[in-house]
Every structure is written in structure tokens, then in C-alpha cells.
């Protein structure tokens, strides 16, 4: 039997279910199409019985079974570890805020992965993610997917020609809800299932208990910019810029009663700093300064360019200027002023629903965090 031309990462959801759907509905009508799943694990258990791991396993053997497809196992939870979840640890050690996400992509779905499907004689691999590719010029892109509130491109943003010219995404031109009703109509038995939601290895438990096994809590004050102590915190780890939950501030004599939220974090003294107000000066900022780009078409269009970005997930992409600078790392503009831009999460730039890249933000210019750390913005301001 010859071996598949496609393996389709299953994961026990709808979206990866019915990706593996339509590459066998292709091979059904070109057979040299042959497609092949492949469950990953990448989570270890950790004993407490919150990962659902072996449930969406099941799932992903249900599904397959379904369409009459082979399936394909590999256990990449070593490679987690390394890769992502000790990073992962050491940042918000560091105060920073990461996404592991970007970085699972990076180096286990589009680099562990997809060594596993060449091992089995794949040429390309595809995954259910909400993106599209295409070859333009001579180069691949990555684009924003047709259902604008399920793009997933800026998780993708650290990938590569070599990955993009190996990779396709089934679902790039469909809206969720059709994905939902194709599902249904083919019986699969993901069909109804919930969409996962966070980080495997947190799943649905307590973010701030699950941190804690990892990262021992140290208690400290919680304060205003201005110095009053205002309660106490559990760690200021865990915590992030523009958080409103978990403070537990109550009323506070000579405020107020207005909700508080996360606008600084002093991790060398422990000291945690709030103020009042979603829209408050102290989580306003202009500008930023990453870590060095990555570029997906391997290069920046130029070292200056204006073009539009986002600075988390779930945000409009907003208007900016971007410096490229000699070592590689991003000096940008904003248009207007940014709310809670974070350290640790990744800024991701676009020229229209074209992807050019990212880079992990490294500081701003919010005002606290120009008192906080006044030697990093110098250092990347030089």
C-alpha cells in the first residue's frame, strides 16, 4: 500500500475532524490524494485528571474511524516540555506574559509534526486551524482566513516558507458554522463537541492553582502608582497587564467603587500595581520595542513601513509605523494609543489579510512601565 500523500493532524475536535472530512472526500475523487491522520500527544498527564487528552484520543480514533481513514500516534510531550512549557515557566517568572500557542505551532505542529509525516512518507501535512496559503511571486503567504472571527494566522505568524510550501488549511475559506453543519451532515462524532478553549495542560482548571504547582506563590502588596497599598497579592506572576478578575480589592477608604484593574508589575519587589478605570492612562501606550522579527516571506518588505497589527489575539489590527532595526528587532508606532500592550506576547504585522510576520514585545513606552523599567526601554531605544 503506498503511503498517504497528506497526513491531517487529528485532535479530537470539530475543526480538525472535518478538515480530515474534506482531504478524504478529495481523495475519494483522486486517489493518488491518499490522507492519513495523526493524533499528537503533547501534554504528559500530570496526575490532577484535567487534561482530556485520552477523551479527544478517542475522539480522533472515532473520527477516523468514521471516514475509513488510518490513524497515526505520536507523543511529542518531551518536545512540549522543552520547547514550549519551559519557556512558558521561565517568562512569567520573569513577569513577562507569553503565548504558548505561537510557539507550539512553531515547534511541534509545524516542526515535529511534520518531520512525523515525512517519516511516514507524507508530503505535506494539514491541520484544522482557521488560515490560508497561497504562492504569490515566487513566495508563499499566509493569509487571514475567510471567517474573520476565527482567524487563526496570528498564532501561525512565526512559520516559514519551507513549513507554508508543506502545509494546507482545509478549513481557510469556510465559516464556522458551515464547518459545524458539514460535521453534522457526515455524522461525525465531533459534531457537537465543545471547542476547546486556553492551553492544553491548563484545560479547564484554576490558571492561578495550576501556576502554583510550578511557580510558588510569594505573597505582596498590592498598590497605586502613586505608592498607597491598596490589598495584598497571592504572586505577582500571576498576573496581567489589563486583568480586572481575582484582585479581590474591596472597597478602598478615599476611592471610588469602581473596578481595578492590573496596570504594572514590579517582580523584583513583588510589588503588584492597579488603578481604576478600563481606559486609565497608566495602560496607555504609543510605542513599542520587540524582540528581533521573525519574517514569513523570509525577509521585511523594507526597514521602515507603515502597515496594520495587533498586539494580542482578540483585537481589531490597528495602523502603525514600523522601523526594522540593524539587529533585527522592531521599533513601532502606533496611530493611536494601544491599551494593555504586553511584554511577552507577540505582536503580529499585516499588509491587508496578508501576514508579513511578528515579534515578541519586549517593552512600551505606558508610563509605568517607563518608571519600572526605565533600562530596558533605554536599551531598546538607543
Avoid at 477608604?253 to 492612562?281: C, H, M, S, T
Amino acid at each position: 500500500m503506498s503511503p498517504p500523500r497528506t497526513i491531517v493532524g487529528v485532535s479530537g475536535g470539530v475543526d480538525s475532524s472535518v478538515a480530515a472530512l474534506l482531504l478524504r472526500d478529495r481523495a475519494l475523487a483522486q486517489p493518488e490524494d491518499a490522507v492519513a491522520g495523526l493524533f499528537m500527544q503533547n501534554w504528559a498527564d500530570d496526575g490532577s485528571g484535567d487534561c482530556r487528552a485520552e477523551d479527544d484520543r478517542k475522539d480522533a480514533v472515532a473520527v477516523c474511524g468514521r471516514l475509513g481513514l488510518p490513524i497515526h500516534f505520536r507523543d511529542f510531550s518531551r518536545e512540549y516540555w522543552d520547547g514550549v512549557f519551559a519557556h512558558f515557566l521561565a517568562e512569567y517568572a520573569a513577569g513577562r506574559t507569553p503565548n504558548p500557542d505561537v510557539l507550539c505551532n512553531r515547534e511541534i505542529k509545524f516542526k515535529y509534526f511534520l518531520d512525523a509525516a515525512r517519516e511516514l512518507g507524507a508530503e505535506r501535512i494539514a491541520t484544522g486551524h482557521y488560515a490560508r496559503v497561497e504562492k504569490r511571486d515566487g513566495h508563499w503567504a499566509l493569509l487571514r482566513a475567510a471567517d474573520s472571527g476565527k482567524d487563526q494566522s496570528y498564532f501561525l505568524h512565526q512559520l516559514g516558507q519551507e513549513q507554508l510550501s508543506a502545509t494546507s488549511f482545509p478549513l481557510g475559506g469556510m465559516l464556522k458554522r458551515d464547518v459545524r453543519a458539514r460535521a453534522a451532515q457526515a455524522a461525525l462524532p465531533t459534531a457537537e463537541k465543545k471547542d476547546s478553549t486556553g492551553i492544553c495542560f491548563i484545560g479547564e482548571r484554576d490558571f492561578r492553582e495550576f501556576l502554583s504547582r510550578y511557580l510558588p506563590a510569594r505573597e505582596g502588596e498590592i498598590r497605586t502608582p502613586d505608592g498607597r497599598a491598596v490589598g495584598k497579592h497571592a504572586g505577582v506572576f500571576y498576573f496581567t497587564l489589563g486583568q480586572r478578575e481575582g484582585l479581590n480589592i474591596g472597597g478602598v477608604r478615599g476611592f471610588e467603587a469602581a473596578p481595578w484593574y492590573v496596570v504594572g508589575k514590579d517582580v523584583e519587589n513583588n510589588v503588584l500595581y492597579v488603578d481604576q478605570g478600563i481606559d486609565n492612562a497608566w495602560l496607555q501606550s504609543r510605542s513599542l520595542w520587540s524582540e528581533a522579527a521573525h519574517w514569513i516571506a523570509g525577509s521585511p518588505p523594507t526597514q521602515r513601513f507603515g502597515c496594520l497589527a495587533q498586539t494580542r489575539y482578540r483585537q481589531a489590527a490597528e495602523a502603525c509605523e514600523v522601523e526594522v532595526r540593524d539587529d533585527g528587532t522592531l521599533q513601532v508606532r502606533f496611530v493611536r494609543d494601544q491599551r494593555a500592550v504586553t511584554p511577552g506576547q507577540s505582536l503580529v504585522l499585516y499588509d491587508g489579510d496578508t501576514c508579513l510576520g511578528g515579534a515578541v514585545i519586549a517593552a512600551t513606552d505606558a508610563p509605568l512601565e517607563r518608571r519600572l523599567h526605565a533600562t530596558i526601554e533605554r536599551d531598546y531605544a538607543a
